[in-house]
Nanobody, 123 residues
Framework: QLQLVESGGGLVQPGGSLRLSCAAS????????IGWFRQAPGKEREGVSC????????NYVDSVKGRFTISRDNAKNTVYLQMNSLKPEDTAVYYC????????????????WGQGTQVIVSS
């Protein structure tokens, strides 16, 4: 069974950091690009960051550039999203998703989705 599982969410104060993980089971991530998406209450799901299958290409939405870093460890079949300098507007459920090879921030481009992990940024 193909599965993506996110972890690492939680409650953090503004300015704090979290590292999200996206672990795959049932398939190898070697040939898959991974995207991170988020959805806040009442808002559309938006692409936050992505990394190509090789790790050689990454992309970020403007609102997180310079604060978030995506990386992957194919040996562990896991992709990470390091989130620093968190802001209240980063509060959302964060999802990871997989698609073949190439990085993209469009949600309709992805085939497999995890169940999400909640991130709350609040004092």
């Amino acid at each position: 069974q193909l599965q993506l599982v996110e972890s690492g969410g939680g409650l953090v104060q503004p300015g704090g950091s979290l590292r999200l993980s996206c672990a795959a089971s049932g398939f190898t991530l070697d040939w898959h690009a991974i995207g991170w998406f988020r959805q806040a209450p009442g808002k559309e799901r938006e692409g936050v960051s992505c990394i190509s299958s090789s790790g050689g290409s990454t992309n970020y939405v403007d609102s997180v550039k310079g604060r978030f870093t995506i990386s992957r460890d194919n040996a562990k079949n896991t992709v990470y999203l390091q989130m620093n300098s968190l802001k209240p507007e980063d509060t959302a459920v964060y999802y990871c998703a997989a698609r073949p090879l190439l990085c993209g921030l469009g949600k309709y481009e992805y085939d497999y989705w995890g169940q999400g992990t909640q991130v709350i940024v609040s004092s």
